[in-house]
């Protein structure tokens, strides 16, 4: 049996009465205790990296169109404005030539820095879906942010990406590329 005594004073604990305490411990609680601590952090350290490994989160899609999938609901079922105007079109396109094409090439088949944008993933996205890309880009893509792009241009570009024919597959360097 081992016994700890503990005696405090004044000078070592200001305000504190003197008081006298014994503890007495057991040698086999002692044993217990120490052998159970690692025991318990090993088992709390499998659970923890077991519930990691088998988590709910999806798997992370490294495609480049995987930004698409990110848009918020609001934003998905958000309709294009311009999307009976017959301007639009047009006007998108030369918004296109100006800003999009030296990165998704000229007929928007892609190019070195962004995707085709003739893919299917592109083609069967809504309309508010384009518009949340252009408004949020892909920063950590090459995607620049378009938000400072008046509203209505923005749909304008939306309404000509839309208006392209879509291609049978995606491009085949869409894989590699920067950005959606």
């Not at 998108?92 to 070195?112: I, P, R, S, V, Y």
Request: charged content about 15%.
């Amino acid at each position: 049996m081992i016994v700890f005594k503990s005696i405090w004073t004044s000078s070592n604990a200001p305000g504190l009465i003197p008081l006298s305490v014994t503890m007495k411990i057991r040698r086999p609680l002692l044993r217990r205790i120490f052998c159970l601590l690692p025991c318990s952090a090993f088992v709390l350290s499998f659970a923890v990296a077991f519930a990691q490994t088998n988590s709910a989160t999806p798997s992370k899609n490294n495609s480049v169109y995987a930004e698409l999938a990110k848009a918020p609901q609001k934003a998905i079922a958000r309709p294009n404005p311009l999307a009976t105007d017959s301007d639009a079109i047009p006007a998108g396109a030369k918004l296109f030539a100006q800003h999009c094409a030296e990165c998704h090439g000229d007929m928007a088949d892609g190019g070195k820095k962004g995707p085709s944008l003739l893919a299917p993933e592109v083609q069967l996205a809504t309309p508010g879906t384009l518009f949340w890309l252009l408004s949020n880009g892909v920063v950590r893509r090459g995607m620049p942010v378009w938000s400072k792009l008046p509203e209505p241009q923005r749909w304008q570009l939306v309404s000509f990406i839309k208006s392209l024919p879509p291609a049978s597959q995606s491009a085949p360097n869409a894989e590699n590329s920067a950005h959606p």
